[in-house]
């Protein structure tokens, strides 16, 4: 074999273990993409985890904690918003799981519908889910699903797979409720705008060092929350 003809082998071998690893880099993102899931559907993934999470803590309508806790946090969200998901999944957790839970702050979910025609049935769905006492566990395993903003993923199918596996127990009444919440949600929405809001999320807090419900800055941290807490003790 001349020098040649050696070179010409080594680089197709080479050129073969490159598409190799480029194969096997393509089917591992295809892999994590479909185990990943991109939402929106009915194959609900976290049930588990959100009812775990909130097990043992009261929800009255769509308060989560303790109605008599000093403090009172309001959050203006639509269920649609991608970051009322990400404040949900990163900021509120060690609230809930401590100051919540010790019964210092109450958490109160309010729907403030911006983002599509889908928005307001959902947050109706989240208030009749509500009524029976999982109305967090609708909004957190929503939260979970969300799929792409108001791109139409939020149907009837899927509000009802939130509701089943939120643990509503009578679909019949939750389905005969949600028309009569809308105009709770058009309330909700409307006292949002009142109090000079013009984005999701955003949160109020009242306390006994408050002027009653007060607007604060959307913290971007458990321990800016925290702060905000302690300042309305």
Request: contains cysteine.
């Amino acid at each position: 074999m001349t020098d040649g003809e050696r070179r010409s082998q080594l680089l197709k071998l080479a050129a073969g273990a490159v598409f190799l690893a480029v194969a096997v880099v393509l089917v591992l993102i295809v892999v994590a993409t479909s185990s990943s899931g991109d939402g929106g559907d009915t194959k609900l993934e976290g049930t588990a985890a959100v009812n775990k999470r909130l097990a043992g803590i009261p929800q009255h309508g769509m308060v989560l904690g303790d109605p008599k806790a000093p403090v009172e946090v309001a959050e203006f969200a639509d269920l649609q918003c991608p970051f009322c998901k990400a404040f949900t999944e990163e900021v509120l957790p060690p609230i809930i799981e401590n100051q919540v839970k010790n019964g210092q702050v109450k958490i109160s979910f309010r729907n403030f519908t911006i983002i599509g025609e889908q928005s307001l049935p959902a947050g109706a769905a989240a208030l009749a889910a509500g009524a029976q006492g999982r109305g967090w566990n609708f909004v957190e395993l929503f939260y979970e699903n969300q799929g792409t903003e108001d791109s139409g993923y939020a149907d009837e199918e899927f509000l009802e797979a939130i509701a089943k596996g939120a643990g509503v127990s009578d679909l019949a009444r939750w389905h005969k409720e949600r028309s009569e919440f809308t105009a709770e949600v058009e309330e909700t929405t409307a006292e949002a705008q009142q109090l000079g809001f013009s984005g999701t999320p955003s949160l109020a807090i009242k306390g006994p060092a408050t002027d009653g419900l007060e607007p604060i800055d959307t913290p971007s941290s458990a321990g800016d929350l925290e702060a905000a807490i302690e300042k309305a003790e």
